[in-house]
């Protein structure tokens, strides 16, 4: 079995069910990495899962690690730790044992961060709509902590989640849309009803704000697959729904073998 190589260097929980993992790395250099890519992190069958831990359907092979990827959350200028944002899967072979870990505790990172889910090929002037639902969110942070403020365009992010405590990241996507012009934040909630406090914001679903026209009423044009990007990821339903609803507005996804405007992350 692989050693573990890297130490979780900070842990917040964010509700419930999600958490920010800070893993540094023992030993060995970050390698360099373009921010929205993903890495693979993973705990050996022995690890003690944490105590809301449902069974798992299948049993993991004891010879191996449990691995999985996901997308880097910290900036691309850091080589201090990578961070992540995690939902808890109960009845899952690698989050149960995830969120039993504590600071200090050990951890395996995986050393080639891959992921076509990236900014630098679009021109400087075209617009980004950054959509993402949960832990989708998670590239955006990245992207947005390294370099993409400082592109020409409009950048917005419309991040969809049950309630307001699921919303990770939301004072930091509040203070940037406050510095910086170019920057918009659009949160929403489905399921306002179950809130502490009451929810002033938006309570829709995704492709409903965008069906209205909302980042047309912030930047004073519409957004086209002209002068607009849009990357989608979470939910795979809004991902496949946002993707119908655009390629009728004429935007067309992005693949390996065709260059186009929609561009989605689908392994969350």
Known sequence: ?????????????????????????????????????????????????????????????????????????????????????????????????????????????????????TLDQIPSDQNIVLIGTGTGVAPYMSMLRSDALHRQGNIVVIHGAANSWDLGYSSELNLLQVLSPKFKYIPTITNPEREYVPWNGRTQFIQDIWDEGAIEKLWGFKPTAENTHVFLCGNPRMVQGMIDALEHEGFKEHTRKEIGQVHAEKFN
């Open 1 to 117: 079995m692989e050693e573990l190589n890297a130490v979780v260097q900070q842990v917040v929980q964010v509700s419930p069910i999600m958490k920010v993992f800070r893993i540094a790395p023992l030993g060995w250099e970050l390698p360099d990495f373009k921010p929205g890519q993903f890495v693979a992190i993973g705990l050996p069958p022995s690890s003690e899962k944490c105590a809301e831990a449902t069974d798992e359907p299948v049993e993991p092979d004891q010879e191996k690690l449990i691995k999985r990827a996901y997308s880097i959350a910290s900036s691309n200028l850091s080589k201090d730790y990578v961070e992540f944002y995690i939902t808890l899967v109960h009845s899952g072979a690698l989050t149960p044992r995830l969120f039993n870990l504590n600071i200090g505790d050990k951890i395996w990172m995986g050393n080639k961060f891959v992921g076509m889910f």
